[in-house]
């Protein structure tokens, strides 16, 4: 059983193959026999297409640059995601839960003040209290 | 530390050695693309000539061709020059016949048309023969060539590509299926359709 491909071979003759051969012929005599000036112009296109080629620097550029580029970018948030502080969460209000008194203890300016007063005599202050305290406080002056 | 000064330099050294090899690379590149464009131009102009039956059209058309292939393809391996860069021809080709499907459809709307006619002629010079003996021989053969390229010309555009790559440029039937975007079989059947057409029409004009 022939293919098709077969049976077209076989019904190519002779005289097929001769005009086939024939036509050849002509189709390349007509190419050698080109007017010079059309040889000229195609010269010309010839060279003004090979000028339009990318250089190999540009071509090096242009093949290199957006790898150099998407390099850089992945080191950057790499390093982003490493200096980042991260697993720790948010930040925590420690004053979120706090109670209203507390809150309003922490207001006081006074009470601030006192607890920054680092001139606060606390020894005296006990003295005093366990002398008022005790019966034979001398009084001042004896 | 003394580890990667040492790398730097063997790197500093290299480089230059790197750049030259890639210069002389592109200009080795350049050189077998001038070759190869310099023998496909005059078979890529007469497959444009037949196909537009217009030389100015048939040289834009190679021009163009040209350049994308120099401008896109040029890093491609040369063994694939041949059929991608007539495959950019056809395409040129039939954007060219399709514009002038549209412009005569246009032209035939238009009540002026036809007043450019005396711009549009051939320039005379362009068209004269070339110097040299014309002997009856070679006007013989002229003459069964302008036949030939009618004939050609009123194929169908499937049937005169296949033809046309296969007997000017002398391409095999995988690379004509590849410029042509179809199965290596299409390919056959095109051709063999082809010569039965211009067998039909031409007779014994060209045996």
Partial sequence: MKSATERRDDELDAAGKAFE???????MESVERLPAQTRSRLTRARHAALESRP?????????????????????????????????EGPGVNPLANAAPEDLEMLADSDAVQLGRDADVDYDFYEWAVSEANGAGAPSVGT | MLAFANLGSQTSDLLP???????????????TLESFLSEVERKAFRIAQIALRHEADALDVVQDAMMQLAHRYASRPAEEWRPLFYRILENR?????????????????????GEDAEEEAPDPIDQAADAGPTPAAQIETDQTMQLLELALAELPTRQRQAFL?????GLDVADTAAAMKC???????????ALQALRSKLGDLVT
């Fill in chain 1, 55 to 87: 250089s190999w620097l540009s071509g090096l550029v242009r093949r290199w640059v957006p790898a150099g580029a998407g390099a850089v970018a992945a080191a950057t948030l790499a390093v982003l995601f490493l200096v980042t502080p991260h697993g």
């Fill in chain 1, 21 to 27: 051969r024939r036509a050849r012929e002509l189709l």
């Fill in chain 2, 93 to 113: 080709i039939r954007d060219v016949q399709r514009r002038r499907i549209v412009r005569q459809r246009v032209m035939s709307v238009l009540p002026w048309r």
């Fill in chain 2, 165 to 169: 790559l296969r007997n000017i440029e």
């Fill in chain 2, 183 to 193: 199965s290596q079989g299409s390919v056959k059947t095109h051709y063999f359709r």
């Fill in chain 2, 17 to 31: 050695l790197g750049k030259a090899h890639l210069r002389e690379l592109a200009q080795d590149g350049a050189r």
